[in-house]
């Protein structure tokens, strides 16, 4: 009977299996079950009753050789234990699994005590019971450690010496030598690794060593072609690990050039800057890139070009056919592309990817800066240049000519005609070759006051952009000559449809108090706040009165601007002392972790402008949306402003800011001028990413020395990130920026994340997602297992925020489905 009652209950158990259990498992790393089991594990089946140490002698003939760690416990459950032991600021672990009956046992867990010193330590201890966690305490057992009566380390490093071999018929060096002398205690064989390295370029060749009591002399290998591949000009062996023991060093290899290594596969060997023939009309700057071909065929080259401002410009890109040997190609920068985006140097080459076969094969990160350059010193590109002029024909009619005086055609070239600030009429000119002109005729009662703005939303690059505008009688453009006649009063300014560029003087900044660019003028339009007339090397000081620059976007919505009275801002050497109102764009400057919703670009579009007291910013609309900022091609988030930020912004550190929500929309109060982002940030991620080691002795990935590259469609996806900030309000923060060249981009980093994921991170081997057991002659790293889905189901919700009801809704519909189940098979029982 009892077989036929388990037959029944399988498809019970079946259905159970995929209805509740499978649904309900979600995978959650070992370092956030641990970490959040730090809080809500019970430990009331295991007691640690005490923890004592002692020593015991196993091979040594007359010294101490083991470190022995005594636990008593006390368990209620049969089941199957686990122990994680490890002496905190060391690399010793132990572990132990056994099978325990309720009752008081006593269980020693061994360490090798050859790298401890005089000196307290603080044992770690965690146990598992059925693989979940029931046990974790970072300091179960203090205790103060004596290096007497121990034995010393078994092994040490006498000596060291190194030279390069040519073992080949290349002429190149193509094998480091490493001679070794090991004095040693014992006879074993075990494997020696060498570890080398430069920066966060790491080598590792290794060999198994037999030893011999005394000076056992020993030679590794390492092939030049590492070397190579990983453009390392020095090497420090900074570390010998035989088996367990880990002998630290600092040899330093450096008596070598990279160029007379050999490698056995391609490479980018170096890279020279040719100079231009003349200071003026500069057509390209060239870069010539030597290579290393180890084979004759195709090599291609890219690289992404960037201004002195850290400002990505475009990707340069060469291919040619290469005979083996030290060819070259030469990577062409062009002049006219920088003087189209005003582009100031020295200009920075980064990413430069040597490319064989569609694969990328060697790469350098920022292999060169050019030599200092301004844009206005390369040759101009073949541009339009549109300008109109008004012909009266009488008191009613007027001719509006349209010309195209550049080297370029222009197309889909806008007309706007406005009668004293009202719209009259407009029109489209399909194409307009150079030296061609189009007439327009308009009609109106009175045209008195007429004005002609051609190509409004500037959606046309022209070689002179100040010449579009065509008017009877030519409007005022300039403050100075606006407030002549009330010198003395609070000026408020509303911008016509006509005006673009304002100066203030000396003798008026004291005066103006607003200024209103209405909806009728284009939200992407461009006002120019010029300052250059009272501007004292690279500061401005304002007038006596708060600035209130509004920019409407629909009848009863605007965005602010508020600048402080008396407020002195601040450029870099190259600021010409012109301020760009705020002004939306479409992209923003960088990449962020979210979905922009509102753009503003506002101060200086060359660099960032710094304010001695905090500006306040309004983008109606947005509230409840994060806000951040862009400065040099990289994006920041704006933190929310404690209370004593809101109430006083001047309180603001220099250059610093902060934001809050109104229902008049996102505030932000700032320090600095830049471009603005409010935006809707992407969820937090569960768990952090896992990381990997190039362990370049034994064939290295060479794919794992190119940074965050995906390559997609034949373009590059790459983002640099910053690194975490501190904990401020559970929270950090980084800026990342997009460093690819693609024209879909890849997924943008996360730049935000509660403190938890961090800690769980650096728990580093107590709760990283691996467990280390301490072997027979060294140790061994293993995927840690996962514990119990369901519970991590459970802990992801609350650390999610959700409602920790969920988890206890979902356990008890498992024991519910199980109860009933048992009870059925029961009763077919009978």
């Known amino acids: 009977m009892a077989q036929q009652a388990s037959g029944r209950m399988k498809p019970l158990l079946i259905l159970l299996l995929i209805t509740v259990i499978i649904p309900a498992a979600q995978a959650i790393t070992l370092a956030q079950l641990l970490s959040f089991y730090h809080f809500f594990y019970d430990s009331g089946n295991i007691t640690i009753g005490g923890i004592t140490h002692y020593a015991t002698n196993a091979s040594h003939p007359f010294l101490n050789d083991t470190l022995n760690l005594n636990l008593t416990l006390a368990v209620t459950e049969d089941a199957n234990y686990t122990f994680l032991a490890a002496i905190k600021g060391t690399p010793l672990y132990a572990t132990a699994r056994v099978s325990l009956p309720p009752g008081t046992h006593t269980l020693s867990l061994a360490f090798g005590p050859e790298t401890l010193a005089n000196a307290s330590y603080n044992l770690s201890l965690q146990i598992e019971k059925n693989n979940g966690l029931v046990y974790d305490n970072a300091t179960a057992y203090a205790f103060n450690f004596s290096t007497q009566g121990y034995a010393g380390p078994k092994v040490a490093l006498a000596n060291v010496t190194h030279h390069f071999a040519d073992t080949d018929a290349n002429p190149k060096d193509d094998t480091l030598i490493l001679a070794l002398t090991l004095d040693s205690s014992l006879a074993a064989t075990q494997e020696l690794a060498a570890f080398f390295a430069e920066d966060s370029s790491v080598i590792i060749t290794r060999i198994n060593a037999s030893l011999t009591p005394g000076l056992n002399n020993l030679t590794l290998s390492l092939s030049t072609d590492a070397i190579r591949t990983k453009h390392m000009e020095s090497l420090t062996l900074y570390q010998l690990q035989l088996g367990s023991l880990t002998l630290p060093q600092n040899y330093t290899i450096a008596d070598y050039s990279l160029s007379a290594l050999q490698s056995n596969v391609s490479l980018i060997s170096k890279l020279a800057q040719q100079s231009p023939l003349s200071d003026t009309g500069i057509p390209s700057l060239d870069v010539d890139v030597t290579i290393e071909s180890a084979e004759p065929d195709t090599y291609a080259l890219t690289a992404d070009l960037y201004d002195a401002y850290g400002a990505y410009i475009y990707t340069l890109a060469a291919e040619d056919i290469l005979e083996a040997g030290a060819p070259s190609l030469t990577l062409e920068i062009d002049g006219r592309a920088l003087y189209q985006e005003k582009a100031n140097g020295p200009y920075q080459l980064r990413n430069l990817r040597l490319i064989q076969g569609g ?373 950090q923060y980084r800026s990342c920026a997009y460093k690819g060249d693609c024209e879909e981009r890849s997924p943008a980093p996360i730049v935000e994340q509660p403190c938890l994921i961090q800690q769980a991170q650096e728990k580093g081997g107590e709760a990283a997602g691996f467990l280390t057991q301490q072997g027979g002659d060294g140790f061994s790293t293993q995927p840690a297992g996962k514990g119990n889905a369901i519970t991590g189901m459970f802990i992801n919700a609350l650390s999610e925020g959700k409602n920790p009801l969920i988890g206890v809704l979902i356990i008890a519909i498992i024991m519910a489905v199980g109860i009933l189940g048992y009870r059925y098979a029961s009763k077919r029982n009978h």
């Open 359 to 731: 694969e990328v094969i060697d790469f350098l990160a920022n292999p060169l800066n050019t030599s200092p350059y301004t844009w206005n010193q390369f040759l101009a590109p073949p541009l339009p240049d549109l300008a109109a002029v008004i012909i009266p024909q009488n008191s009613t009619t007027a001719i509006i000519t349209t010309s195209n005086t550049g080297t370029a055609p222009a197309f889909l070239t806008t007309i706007n005609v406005y009668l004293n600030d009202t719209s009259l009429q407009s029109s489209t000119i399909t194409l307009l070759l150079p030296n061609q002109s189009h007439n327009l005729s308009v009609q109106a009662d009175n045209l008195t006051t007429l004005y002609a703005l051609i190509d409004l939303s500037n959606s046309i690059d022209e070689s002179d952009e100040e010449n579009n505008l065509a008017a009877l009688p030519l409007p005022e453009h300039d403050i100075t000559a606006a407030i002549n006649t009330t010198i003395n009063a609070t000026i408020n300014i509303t911008i016509n449809a006509m005006q673009r560029h304002f100066h203030i003087n000396s003798s008026n900044r004291d005066t103006i108090q607003s200024i209103d660019i209405p909806g009728t003028i284009p939200a992407n339009e461009s006002i120019i706040l010029n300052l250059s007339m009272v501007k004292d090397g690279t500061s401005v000081t304002l007038g006596i009165n708060n600035l209130t620059i509004r920019r409407q976007i629909n009848d009863t919505t605007s965005h602010t601007l508020i600048i402080p009275a008396n407020a002195i801002i601040t450029g870099t050497s190259g600021w010409d002392g012109t301020i760009l109102f705020p002004a939306v764009r479409a992209l923003p400057g960088a990449g962020i972790n979210g979905t922009a919703e509102l753009i503003i670009e506002l101060g200086d579009t060359q660099g960032m402008l710094n304010l001695s007291g905090a500006a306040i910013i309004t983008l109606a609309g947005m509230a409840g949306k994060a806000a951040g900022y862009v400065a040099k091609g990289q994006f920041h988030p704006i933190p929310p402003c404690n209370a004593t930020q809101a109430a006083e912004p001047g309180t603001l550190p220099p250059a610093g800011d902060c934001s809050y929500n109104q229902t008049s929309g996102l505030i932000i109060a700032t320090k600095h001028f830049t471009e603005f982002i409010a935006y809707t940030a992407s969820p937090a991620p569960k768990y952090p990413a896992g990381s990997s080691q190039d362990d370049g002795g034994g064939g290295s990935d060479r794919n794992l020395t190119i940074p965050d590259l995906a390559k997609q469609a034949g373009c590059f996806n790459r983002w640099e990130c910053q690194p975490w900030s501190a904990c401020e309000a559970g929270m």
